[in-house]
């Protein structure tokens, strides 16, 4: 991504609010499709996960 971008969508589910953001980072495997509009058109951007970033669920 880069400064400008809006993000559409994680995952093919439409992103509202930043906790829904990290909901569907939480939720992706390896890799994570991000839908962004950039300059005025909409594009798709793959993002691969490093799971050391994935904070775990408390129980």
Do not use: H, W
């Not at 439409?14 to 939480?26: L, M, P, T």
């Amino acid at each position: 991504m880069k400064e400008g971008d809006v993000l559409l969508s994680v995952g093919g589910k439409k992103i509202r609010s930043f906790e829904q953001f990290k909901d569907a980072v939480n939720a992706a495997d390896k890799t994570l499709a991000l839908q962004v509009a950039r300059d005025g058109s909409r594009t798709f951007l793959a993002v691969k996960l490093d799971p050391k970033d994935k904070k775990e669920e408390k129980k």
